[in-house]
């Protein structure tokens, strides 16, 4: 487990980044407050190495379990997300889930638990009612760009899915939204 954010820093070179931003340090250090994070910052900021840095600090070195979720509104995000991840070079079993692609590919990969899942809101509660995904190990949801998860119209399936993962002890939540409002 990577306990600082300069243990994170190796892994960014892979990515060709030398240097965190104030934002990104700040972000990773906030993973270990009690409580959610709500992450708001604009396209191009470096959100996804921010949360992927948070991801990192908490995540244990020899799970058998799926640790985290990663929702994301679109297939073109969460193979972006994934690319960044594999830059990394962490040691962690990843797999993405989206449509437009054979589900039983994504199913012969989910036998064996990643840590880490990466996918659409659509993908991911299919592969949850068929059982491939087991909620019941998840303790981390980061919803990435989720404010455009819900314009998108996949507000039943992210319902779905959070209340399926009912071992969730962190919730990240990720937007580029400017002036993003809460209710």
């Not at 604009?42 to 799926?66: C, E, H, Q």
Request: charged share 25%; with cysteine; glycine share 6%.
């Amino acid at each position: 487990m990577i306990k600082t954010v300069q243990e994170i820093l190796p892994l960014l070179k892979n990515t060709g980044i030398e240097a965190l931003s104030t934002m990104q340090e700040a972000a990773i250090d906030s993973i270990e407050h009690k409580g959610d994070i709500i992450l708001s910052a604009p396209t191009g900021t470096g959100k996804t190495i921010a949360f992927l840095g948070m991801l990192l600090r908490i995540l244990p070195p020899k799970t058998k379990n799926t640790f985290a979720l990663i929702l994301t509104p679109t297939r073109e995000l969460a193979l972006q997300i994934t690319q960044v991840f594999q830059k990394m070079k962490a040691g962690y079993k990843i797999t993405t889930c989206y449509g437009g692609h054979k589900r039983e590919i994504e199913e012969n990969n989910l036998i064996e638990s990643p840590s880490i899942i990466i996918g659409t809101p659509g993908r991911i509660s299919d592969h949850i009612r068929r059982e491939n995904i087991k909620p019941e190990h998840i303790e981390v949801l980061i919803l990435d760009e989720f404010d455009k998860s819900l314009e998108m119209g996949f507000l039943d399936e992210m319902n779905y899915i959070v209340t399926a993962l009912t071992k969730v002890r962190k919730k990240i939540l990720i937007s580029a939204t400017p002036e993003l409002k809460l209710p």
